[in-house]
């Protein structure tokens, strides 16, 4: 939606004005076809682009280990203990839950920036921990730090986006979320390539994660403050200062009066975790939660996590395979960020849940090598990075973007909290089981089980997600307060 504001009756005022002036929301608003136009992208663009650097940390982190876990094993001397490096791999994961678990009171509580800053904290101190350290406890315990932040800073990441971006390319911008994780993962395996020909290279592949991590806690120094919290927290002055640094003064009057509309019908007082379970943010946080739970067991995880094996038993190598990969995953990510905002959230989202399906049920008939050959290569290693394509198309990068925008202000951080802490512990799960599942159901079933649950997710977002293309956060939730 495009906005022009009327300069001459331009003039900046608190939101307790807004409140008791009922014309400031028309007079900041004059229809589209007057051929007025919406905010500058390039204002906030720097502000995204340093949020980002979470999200690039967040995926770096997730991928250093792969390579190198081999060379770790061996040096802090647990090699062949299988058990001791699926460990190293997978504390994180314990680590990310607690970070998120709290990342909504942090937010809330200290700012959005201050909570980006926190998160890089024992990001760089948990990474230089695992490069120094000369034992197994003291990997874990670096890993473990390093998932706090890796739990705390994308919700935070997910929630600064939507509130600091102008309407019009809010999508666009949500998408360089899923990008930046691409590109940190592919950065993570071309990092430890040399790690077999150079002795102890992997202390450097956890050194050079100190890098992006202090320039988020430095780089937010220098960024915008989200004027939704800023509002929040009663500081109208700074939130209008932050609206003005972030879509230009000619927009302030518009964003204040905005605001002001969707915060009258609450009553001031802060939320507890739980009120998000009844009452009328119900309906939004059961949308939120299921998306997470349902992208969680569509397998996305078990693929990145075993996809080597597969490669391998067809004769790939994987370094080529985790490459193949990793170019899916980014191809998919930068076409979704051209389409978000001209297609919408609910349509790339459910297309992206019906590919899917179809692609894993091409991995499903590719497990049955004894009565289709040499072409069940094709259907395994074809399905495996069409799966990917179609996962970073819509339901990689949308419902991170998506959730913030239809959470009500007053509720949006502890909300991201919640869901992000459901998409945790399903993974960890789903992880935990697969190989067992694997083994006593065989891939066929279990590839079908994920491919209808990629079913079951397109059918929910069809029936109950809503669209937010071009809308303003209050706009959404004035609508969506309305239809309960």
């Known amino acids: 939606m495009r906005w022009k504001l009327n300069t001459s009756a331009y003039k900046r005022v608190s939101s307790r004005e807004a409140a008791m002036d009922p014309d400031v929301e028309t007079q900041a608003k004059i229809p589209s076809d007057g051929g007025g136009t919406g905010p500058s992208w390039r204002m906030s663009l720097p502000h995204v682009c340093v949020a980002t650097l979470t999200s690039f940390l967040f995926g770096y982190h997730s991928g250093v280990v792969n390579e190198p876990l081999e060379s770790i094993s061996a040096d802090l001397g647990f090699a062949g203990n299988t058990l001791a490096e699926g460990l190293v791999v997978s504390i994180c994961l314990g680590g990310a839950f607690l970070g998120c678990l709290f990342s909504g009171s942090v937010a ?5 920036r201050r ?9 760089i101190v948990g990474a230089a921990v695992s490069a ?5 406890e003291g990997m874990l315990f670096g890993r473990f730090l390093v998932g706090v932040g890796m739990g705390l800073g994308p919700p935070v990441a997910s929630l600064y986006i939507t509130e600091v971006s102008p309407p019009s390319v809010r999508g666009t911008y949500g998408s360089f979320v899923q990008i930046a994780t691409c590109l940190g993962i592919l950065f993570s395996l071309l990092i430890g390539t040399p790690v077999k020909d150079i002795d102890r290279w992997w202390r450097v592949c956890f050194w050079v994660a100190v890098v992006p991590a202090a320039l988020l806690a430095i780089g937010m120094e220098f960024c915008a403050e989200s004027p939704q919290w800023l509002f929040k927290c009663g500081r109208t002055n700074e939130a ?12 302030v009057k518009h ?10 019908g609450d009553d001031g007082e802060s939320v507890k975790f739980s009120e998000l379970f009844y009452g009328r943010h119900f309906n939004v946080v059961f949308i939120g939660t299921t998306l997470f739970a349902l992208q969680q067991l569509s397998g996305i995880n078990s693929v990145f996590y075993f996809s080597s094996t597969v490669f391998r038993s067809v004769g790939v190598p994987s370094s080529l395979a985790n ?27 459910a297309g992206s849940f019906f590919g899917m399906a179809f692609t894993m049920g091409l991995q499903a008939i590719g497990a049955n090598r004894h009565h289709l050959g040499s072409a069940s290569v094709y259907f395994s290693v074809g399905g495996i990075l069409l799966f990917v394509l179609s996962f970073s198309l819509g339901a990689g990068p949308v419902p991170g973007l998506l959730l ?11 909300a991201m909290a919640l869901c992000m802490s459901v998409h945790w512990v399903v993974n960890f799960f789903v992880s935990l089981l697969f190989l067992r599942l694997l083994e006593q159901l065989g891939p066929q079933v279990l590839y079908t089980m ?4 990629c079913v079951v997710a397109a059918i929910f977002v069809r029936r109950h997600v809503v669209e937010t293309k071009g809308k303003t956060l209050q706009e959404i939730e004035v609508s969506l307060l309305q239809t309960q």
């Not at 964003?255 to 009258?264: D, G, K, N, P």
């Not at 994920?450 to 649950?453: L, N």
């Open 404 to 414: 913030p925008e239809i959470f009500p202000n007053k509720i949006r951080a502890k």
């Open 115 to 123: 909570a980006f800053q926190l998160s890089a904290l024992p990001m």
């Open 255 to 264: 964003a204040m009066a905005e605001l002001t509309r969707s915060e009258r």
């Open 108 to 112: 809330d509580g200290i700012g959005r």
């Open 132 to 136: 120094l350290t000369n034992s197994l």
């Open 240 to 251: 209008e200062m932050q609206f003005e640094k972030l879509l230009g003064p000619l927009h």
């Open 323 to 349: 490459i193949c990969m990793g170019i899916a995953n980014l191809s998919g990510s930068i076409v979704a960020m051209l389409l978000m905002d001209r297609l919408g959230r609910k349509l790339l989202l």
């Open 450 to 453: 994920f491919s209808s649950a």
